[in-house]
T-cell receptor
């Protein structure tokens, strides 16, 4: 079983749609959680950290469910510029490195 | 100017050749990482370094070596390149500690081994 699993997609949505991505992690000692964004042929960049209480940044909302070991990312009012691959990232307590999921591709069309 | 730079950006080499990929950063971070990314496989950690005297193997270090020449420089070498090392390679840095978990990536090096 992979440590961090994501639906690879692609998710094809029209502009203005709301789309949600889920990610599951296998290690219950996971302590820190993030969503990174990677544009085609570019480097990954931090989109947002995920906090236990859930957090929002504009159109983006991240939630964490420790009991079920999953993380979600909700994007409201999708823009063409949101087209990218979204990487779920986890750090296990006691470890200093990050584990990346394979990513979920989002394609927003006019 | 970019905070994390990688050279070369693209490289074509032949099986058996030795090549070096270089990474430099101006962020003042102590921690540096090398990843490879293959289609459908996501990012895999090759090596990482938490300071100049610290080198650690990642999940796929076989066939690779690294050198941390200075706080700002971290090089990845392929001693004898093979075709399945064809991939996109990223260098990344972080500040360390819980508040420094964010990793900042360079633009990547596309490597093709023939």
């Amino acid at each position: 079983r992979k440590e961090v699993e994501q639906d690879p997609g692609p998710f094809n949505v029209p502009e203005g749609a709301t789309v949600a991505f889920n990610c599951t992690y296998s290690n219950s000692a996971s302590q820190s959680f993030f969503w990174y964004r990677q544009d085609c042929r570019k480097e990954p960049k931090l989109l947002m950290s995920v906090y236990s209480s859930g957090n929002e940044d504009g159109r983006f909302t991240a939630q964490l469910n420790r009991a079920s070991q999953y993380i979600s990312l909700l994007i409201r009012d999708s823009k063409l510029s949101d087209s990218a691959t979204y990487l779920c990232v986890v750090r296990v307590a006691g470890y200093s490195t990050l584990t990346f999921g394979k990513g979920t591709m989002l394609l927003v069309s006019p | 100017d970019a905070d994390v730079t990688q050279t070369p950006r693209n490289r074509i080499t032949k099986t058996g050749k030795r090549i070096m990929l270089e990474c430099s950063q101006t962020k003042g971070h102590d921690r540096m990482y090398w990843y490879r990314q293959d289609p459908g496989l996501g990012l895999q950690l090759i090596y990482y370094s938490f300071d100049v005297k610290d080198i650690n193997k990642g999940e796929i270090s076989d066939g690779y070596s690294v050198s941390r020449q200075a706080q700002a420089k971290f090089s990845l070498s392929l001693e004898s390149a093979i075709p399945n090392q064809t991939a996109l390679y990223f260098c990344a840095t972080s500040g360390g500690g819980e508040t420094g978990e964010t990793q900042y990536f360079g633009p990547g090096t596309r490597l093709l081994v023939l």
